[in-house]
Protein backbone atom coordinates (compact mmCIF):
# COMPACT_ATOMS: atom_id res chain seq x y z
CA UNK A 1 0.00 0.00 0.00
CA UNK A 2 1.09 3.51 -0.77
CA UNK A 3 0.20 6.23 2.42
CA UNK A 4 1.09 9.88 1.46
CA UNK A 5 1.23 12.75 3.97
CA UNK A 6 0.62 15.79 2.61
CA UNK A 7 1.89 18.29 5.23
CA UNK A 8 4.48 16.13 6.47
CA UNK A 9 7.04 18.38 7.90
CA UNK A 10 4.48 19.88 9.82
CA UNK A 11 4.19 19.32 13.72
CA UNK A 12 0.75 17.23 13.02
CA UNK A 13 2.54 15.39 9.79
CA UNK A 14 5.77 14.39 12.00
CA UNK A 15 2.97 12.94 14.61
CA UNK A 16 1.42 11.15 11.77
CA UNK A 17 4.75 9.72 10.77
CA UNK A 18 5.32 8.63 14.18
CA UNK A 19 1.89 6.94 14.81
CA UNK A 20 2.13 5.18 11.47
CA UNK A 21 5.73 4.03 12.65
CA UNK A 22 4.30 2.78 16.09
CA UNK A 23 1.34 0.75 14.58
CA UNK A 24 3.52 -0.61 12.10
CA UNK A 25 2.44 0.62 9.07
CA UNK A 26 6.55 1.92 8.28
CA UNK A 27 6.16 -1.13 6.12
CA UNK A 28 3.86 0.58 3.42
CA UNK A 29 5.66 3.26 0.67
CA UNK A 30 5.38 6.48 3.29
CA UNK A 31 5.45 9.29 0.22
CA UNK A 32 5.96 12.58 2.06
CA UNK A 33 4.86 15.48 0.27
CA UNK A 34 4.71 19.37 1.60
CA UNK A 35 5.24 22.91 0.51
CA UNK A 36 7.69 24.12 -2.22
CA UNK A 37 9.60 25.45 1.08
CA UNK A 38 10.21 22.17 2.31
CA UNK A 39 10.56 20.49 -0.83
CA UNK A 40 13.94 18.43 -1.26
CA UNK A 41 14.16 17.65 2.98
CA UNK A 42 14.89 14.57 4.12
CA UNK A 43 12.84 12.88 6.56
CA UNK A 44 14.09 9.74 8.64
CA UNK A 45 11.83 7.01 8.70
CA UNK A 46 12.12 3.68 11.09
CA UNK A 47 15.67 4.07 9.89
CA UNK A 48 15.53 4.83 6.01
CA UNK A 49 15.76 8.28 4.84
CA UNK A 50 12.99 9.95 2.35
CA UNK A 51 13.13 12.91 0.19
CA UNK A 52 10.07 15.62 0.94
CA UNK A 53 8.97 15.76 -2.36
CA UNK A 54 5.31 18.61 -4.37
CA UNK A 55 1.95 17.80 -3.95
CA UNK A 56 1.29 17.49 -7.42
CA UNK A 57 4.40 14.54 -7.70
CA UNK A 58 2.58 13.07 -4.47
CA UNK A 59 -0.21 12.62 -6.70
CA UNK A 60 1.32 11.44 -9.76
CA UNK A 61 2.71 8.40 -7.58
CA UNK A 62 -0.99 7.42 -7.07
CA UNK A 63 -1.15 6.74 -3.19
CA UNK A 64 -3.97 4.53 -1.79
CA UNK A 65 -4.79 6.84 1.22
CA UNK A 66 -3.07 10.39 1.63
CA UNK A 67 -3.56 11.72 4.57
CA UNK A 68 -3.85 15.72 4.82
CA UNK A 69 -2.49 18.12 7.45
CA UNK A 70 -1.71 21.51 5.51
CA UNK A 71 -4.37 23.50 6.27
CA UNK A 72 -7.84 23.90 4.95
CA UNK A 73 -6.78 26.03 1.42
CA UNK A 74 -4.39 23.28 0.57
CA UNK A 75 -7.07 20.57 1.36
CA UNK A 76 -9.23 22.31 -0.57
CA UNK A 77 -7.04 22.57 -3.73
CA UNK A 78 -6.01 19.17 -3.72
CA UNK A 79 -8.17 17.09 -1.42
CA UNK A 80 -10.57 16.13 -4.36
CA UNK A 81 -8.08 15.59 -7.00
CA UNK A 82 -5.86 13.09 -5.11
CA UNK A 83 -9.71 11.22 -4.43
CA UNK A 84 -10.91 11.80 -8.15
CA UNK A 85 -7.06 9.45 -8.69
CA UNK A 86 -8.65 6.57 -6.83
CA UNK A 87 -7.25 7.75 -3.61
CA UNK A 88 -8.77 7.53 -0.17
CA UNK A 89 -8.12 11.13 1.55
CA UNK A 90 -8.35 11.52 5.52
CA UNK A 91 -8.16 15.05 6.10
CA UNK A 92 -7.11 17.05 9.16
CA UNK A 93 -8.12 20.34 8.30
CA UNK A 94 -11.98 22.46 8.34
CA UNK A 95 -12.31 22.40 5.20
CA UNK A 96 -14.33 19.22 4.76
CA UNK A 97 -16.01 18.77 8.28
CA UNK A 98 -19.51 20.50 7.72
CA UNK A 99 -19.63 19.01 4.11
CA UNK A 100 -22.95 17.22 3.99
CA UNK A 101 -21.82 14.48 1.56
CA UNK A 102 -17.89 13.61 3.40
CA UNK A 103 -18.14 11.57 6.61
CA UNK A 104 -16.94 13.28 9.91
CA UNK A 105 -15.50 10.05 11.66
CA UNK A 106 -13.93 9.41 15.13
CA UNK A 107 -13.54 5.03 14.97
CA UNK A 108 -14.38 4.91 18.40
CA UNK A 109 -17.77 6.46 17.80
CA UNK A 110 -18.57 6.83 14.04
CA UNK A 111 -16.84 4.70 11.98
CA UNK A 112 -20.16 2.80 10.24
CA UNK A 113 -20.46 6.68 8.34
CA UNK A 114 -17.40 5.61 6.11
CA UNK A 115 -19.69 4.02 3.63
CA UNK A 116 -17.98 4.55 0.48
CA UNK A 117 -19.95 7.16 -0.77
CA UNK A 118 -17.33 9.49 -0.26
CA UNK A 119 -13.45 9.19 -0.82
CA UNK A 120 -12.38 11.72 1.52
CA UNK A 121 -13.03 11.76 5.15
CA UNK A 122 -12.84 14.76 7.34
CA UNK A 123 -10.71 14.60 10.95
CA UNK A 124 -12.93 16.61 13.79
CA UNK A 125 -11.18 19.67 15.22
CA UNK A 126 -8.55 18.17 18.34
CA UNK A 127 -10.91 19.49 20.96
CA UNK A 128 -14.36 17.73 19.61
CA UNK A 129 -12.48 14.32 19.18
CA UNK A 130 -11.68 13.54 22.81
CA UNK A 131 -15.21 15.01 24.03
CA UNK A 132 -17.23 12.83 21.85
CA UNK A 133 -15.30 9.74 22.62
CA UNK A 134 -16.32 10.30 26.13
CA UNK A 135 -19.62 11.23 25.64
CA UNK A 136 -20.48 8.63 23.20
CA UNK A 137 -21.38 5.80 25.25
CA UNK A 138 -23.24 7.81 27.89
CA UNK A 139 -25.43 9.87 24.97
CA UNK A 140 -26.42 5.85 23.95
CA UNK A 141 -27.09 4.98 27.64
CA UNK A 142 -28.55 7.92 28.96
CA UNK A 143 -29.12 10.63 25.94
CA UNK A 144 -27.81 13.99 26.47
CA UNK A 145 -29.67 17.35 26.58
CA UNK A 146 -27.28 20.10 27.02
CA UNK A 147 -23.89 20.60 27.00
CA UNK A 148 -21.63 23.25 29.00
CA UNK A 149 -18.01 23.19 27.57
CA UNK A 150 -15.05 24.99 28.89
CA UNK A 151 -11.93 24.42 27.04
CA UNK A 152 -8.38 24.73 28.23
CA UNK A 153 -6.16 24.05 25.24
CA UNK A 154 -2.39 23.56 24.62
CA UNK A 155 -0.48 26.24 22.17
CA UNK A 156 0.21 23.17 20.62
CA UNK A 157 -2.91 23.49 19.09
CA UNK A 158 -1.79 26.74 17.42
CA UNK A 159 1.28 25.33 15.43
CA UNK A 160 5.05 25.22 16.03
CA UNK A 161 4.96 29.79 16.23
CA UNK A 162 2.76 29.57 18.87
CA UNK A 163 5.13 26.80 21.19
CA UNK A 164 8.12 29.52 19.93
CA UNK A 165 6.14 32.45 21.62
CA UNK A 166 5.53 30.49 24.46
CA UNK A 167 8.91 29.48 25.32
CA UNK A 168 10.74 32.72 24.15
CA UNK A 169 8.38 34.32 26.29
CA UNK A 170 9.56 32.09 29.25
CA UNK A 171 13.17 32.36 28.32
CA UNK A 172 12.50 36.73 28.30
CA UNK A 173 14.17 36.71 24.48
CA UNK A 174 12.61 38.61 21.48
CA UNK A 175 9.21 36.90 20.85
CA UNK A 176 7.70 37.21 17.49
CA UNK A 177 3.93 37.17 18.16
CA UNK A 178 1.39 34.84 17.09
CA UNK A 179 -1.51 35.66 20.30
CA UNK A 180 -2.59 39.36 20.57
CA UNK A 181 -1.05 39.08 23.97
CA UNK A 182 1.29 37.34 26.33
CA UNK A 183 0.69 33.27 27.12
CA UNK A 184 3.40 32.70 29.43
CA UNK A 185 1.51 33.11 33.22
CA UNK A 186 -1.77 34.02 31.08
CA UNK A 187 -5.18 32.53 29.79
CA UNK A 188 -6.80 34.10 26.33
CA UNK A 189 -9.99 32.98 26.14
CA UNK A 190 -10.06 33.48 22.26
CA UNK A 191 -9.58 30.52 19.88
CA UNK A 192 -9.96 30.95 16.16
CA UNK A 193 -11.33 33.97 14.76
CA UNK A 194 -14.40 35.82 16.49
CA UNK A 195 -17.92 35.31 14.58
CA UNK A 196 -20.31 38.67 14.51
CA UNK A 197 -22.29 37.39 17.50
CA UNK A 198 -19.45 36.90 19.78
CA UNK A 199 -18.33 33.40 19.88
CA UNK A 200 -15.46 32.04 18.19
CA UNK A 201 -15.06 29.98 15.56
CA UNK A 202 -13.07 26.97 17.75
CA UNK A 203 -16.25 27.54 19.87
CA UNK A 204 -19.05 27.23 16.83
CA UNK A 205 -17.03 23.57 15.46
CA UNK A 206 -17.11 22.23 19.10
CA UNK A 207 -21.28 22.75 18.75
CA UNK A 208 -21.63 21.83 14.69
CA UNK A 209 -18.72 19.04 14.75
CA UNK A 210 -20.51 17.22 17.70
CA UNK A 211 -23.66 17.04 16.70
CA UNK A 212 -22.60 15.77 13.22
CA UNK A 213 -20.73 13.30 14.87
CA UNK A 214 -23.23 12.02 17.42
CA UNK A 215 -25.94 12.23 14.66
CA UNK A 216 -28.46 14.51 16.64
CA UNK A 217 -29.24 18.33 15.48
CA UNK A 218 -31.38 18.82 18.55
CA UNK A 219 -28.43 18.48 20.74
CA UNK A 220 -27.98 22.58 22.74
CA UNK A 221 -24.25 23.02 23.01
CA UNK A 222 -22.67 26.14 24.33
CA UNK A 223 -19.11 26.79 24.69
CA UNK A 224 -16.12 28.80 25.71
CA UNK A 225 -12.65 28.19 24.08
CA UNK A 226 -9.21 29.43 26.15
CA UNK A 227 -5.77 29.32 25.14
CA UNK A 228 -3.32 28.34 27.97
CA UNK A 229 0.27 28.13 28.58
CA UNK A 230 0.92 24.53 28.21
CA UNK A 231 2.25 21.85 25.57
CA UNK A 232 1.11 18.60 27.06
CA UNK A 233 -2.35 18.62 25.37
CA UNK A 234 -5.80 20.11 25.66
CA UNK A 235 -8.67 19.83 28.87
CA UNK A 236 -12.08 20.24 28.83
CA UNK A 237 -14.94 20.92 31.74
CA UNK A 238 -18.06 19.51 30.16
CA UNK A 239 -21.17 19.73 32.02
CA UNK A 240 -23.61 17.22 30.70
CA UNK A 241 -27.65 17.44 31.06
CA UNK A 242 -29.19 13.84 30.11
CA UNK A 243 -32.95 13.09 29.47
CA UNK A 244 -32.53 9.76 32.03
CA UNK A 245 -31.33 10.04 35.15
CA UNK A 246 -28.25 7.66 35.42
CA UNK A 247 -25.95 6.02 38.94
CA UNK A 248 -22.62 7.75 38.72
CA UNK A 249 -21.10 4.53 39.61
CA UNK A 250 -22.92 3.36 36.26
CA UNK A 251 -21.30 6.12 34.79
CA UNK A 252 -17.39 5.42 35.94
CA UNK A 253 -17.70 2.00 34.88
CA UNK A 254 -19.61 2.49 31.31
CA UNK A 255 -16.85 4.58 30.53
CA UNK A 256 -14.15 2.66 32.12
CA UNK A 257 -14.56 -0.13 29.68
CA UNK A 258 -15.36 1.82 26.41
CA UNK A 259 -12.81 1.89 23.42
CA UNK A 260 -9.78 4.67 23.70
CA UNK A 261 -10.58 5.67 27.30
CA UNK A 262 -8.70 5.89 30.30
CA UNK A 263 -10.59 6.64 33.23
CA UNK A 264 -8.33 8.42 35.71
CA UNK A 265 -11.01 9.17 38.87
CA UNK A 266 -9.81 8.61 42.35
CA UNK A 267 -9.42 11.72 43.95
CA UNK A 268 -8.59 10.69 47.76
CA UNK A 269 -5.20 9.74 46.01
CA UNK A 270 -5.88 13.07 43.62
CA UNK A 271 -5.69 10.81 40.55
CA UNK A 272 -7.41 12.80 37.62
CA UNK A 273 -6.34 13.72 34.26
CA UNK A 274 -4.05 16.03 33.21
CA UNK A 275 -2.19 17.68 30.01
CA UNK A 276 1.16 16.91 31.53
CA UNK A 277 0.76 13.18 31.74
CA UNK A 278 -1.72 13.16 28.27
CA UNK A 279 1.57 13.97 26.23
CA UNK A 280 2.86 11.21 23.39
CA UNK A 281 -0.06 9.04 24.09
CA UNK A 282 -3.37 8.09 22.05
CA UNK A 283 -6.02 7.38 24.84
CA UNK A 284 -8.57 9.97 26.35
CA UNK A 285 -8.11 10.51 30.08
CA UNK A 286 -12.03 11.14 31.84
CA UNK A 287 -11.92 12.20 35.69
CA UNK A 288 -13.54 14.89 38.14
CA UNK A 289 -17.18 12.65 37.05
CA UNK A 290 -19.08 13.88 39.75
CA UNK A 291 -23.48 14.76 40.00
CA UNK A 292 -24.28 18.36 39.75
CA UNK A 293 -26.95 18.93 42.36
CA UNK A 294 -28.25 22.36 41.48
CA UNK A 295 -29.80 20.97 37.75
CA UNK A 296 -31.40 17.24 37.44
CA UNK A 297 -29.99 14.48 35.54
CA UNK A 298 -26.78 16.46 34.84
CA UNK A 299 -22.73 15.85 35.77
CA UNK A 300 -19.40 17.20 35.56
CA UNK A 301 -16.82 15.44 34.06
CA UNK A 302 -12.89 16.48 33.22
CA UNK A 303 -11.37 15.20 30.16
CA UNK A 304 -7.68 15.13 28.85
CA UNK A 305 -5.90 14.52 25.80
CA UNK A 306 -2.85 14.86 23.35
CA UNK A 307 -4.50 17.07 21.09
CA UNK A 308 -1.31 15.82 18.43
CA UNK A 309 -2.21 12.53 18.52
CA UNK A 310 -5.54 11.62 19.45
CA UNK A 311 -6.81 14.48 18.52
CA UNK A 312 -5.46 14.55 15.17
CA UNK A 313 -2.95 11.80 14.04
CA UNK A 314 -3.73 9.42 15.96
CA UNK A 315 -7.76 9.78 15.01
CA UNK A 316 -6.61 9.77 11.15
CA UNK A 317 -4.29 6.63 11.62
CA UNK A 318 -7.13 5.05 13.22
CA UNK A 319 -8.90 6.08 10.28
CA UNK A 320 -6.62 4.64 8.19
CA UNK A 321 -7.07 1.43 9.98
CA UNK A 322 -10.47 1.13 9.86
CA UNK A 323 -10.41 1.05 6.05
CA UNK A 324 -7.88 -1.57 5.87
CA UNK A 325 -9.90 -3.69 8.37
CA UNK A 326 -12.78 -3.42 6.17
CA UNK A 327 -11.12 -4.11 2.91
CA UNK A 328 -11.02 -0.89 1.30
CA UNK A 329 -7.31 -0.65 1.35
CA UNK A 330 -5.02 -3.33 1.44
Same mark, same amino acid.
Not at 221 to 226: K, P, R
Given at each position: ????????????????????????????????????????????????????????????????????????????????????????????????? @? &? !?????? #??? *?? /? $?? =? %???????????????????????????????????????????????????? @? &? !?????? #??? *?? /? $?? =? %???????????????????????????????????????????????????????????????????????????????????????????????????????????????????????????????????????????????????
Amino acid at each position: MKIAIVGATGLVGTKILKVLEENGHNKHEIILAASEKSIGKKLIIAGKEIDVISISDAVDKKPDVAIFSAGSTVSKQWAQIFANNGCWVIDNSSAWR @M &D !ENIPLV #VPE *VN /P $HH =I %DGTSKIIANPNCSTIQMVVALAPLHKAYRIKRLVISTYQSVTGTGVKAVKQL @M &D !ERAGVE #VEK *VY /P $HP =I %DLNLIPHGGDFMEDGYTSEEVKLVNETRKILGDNSLAITATVVRVPVVGGHSESVNVEFYNDFDIQDVKHLLGNSKGIELQDNPSTFEYPMPLFSKDKNEVFVGRIRRDFSQANTLNMWIVADNLRKGAATNAVQILESLMENGKVK
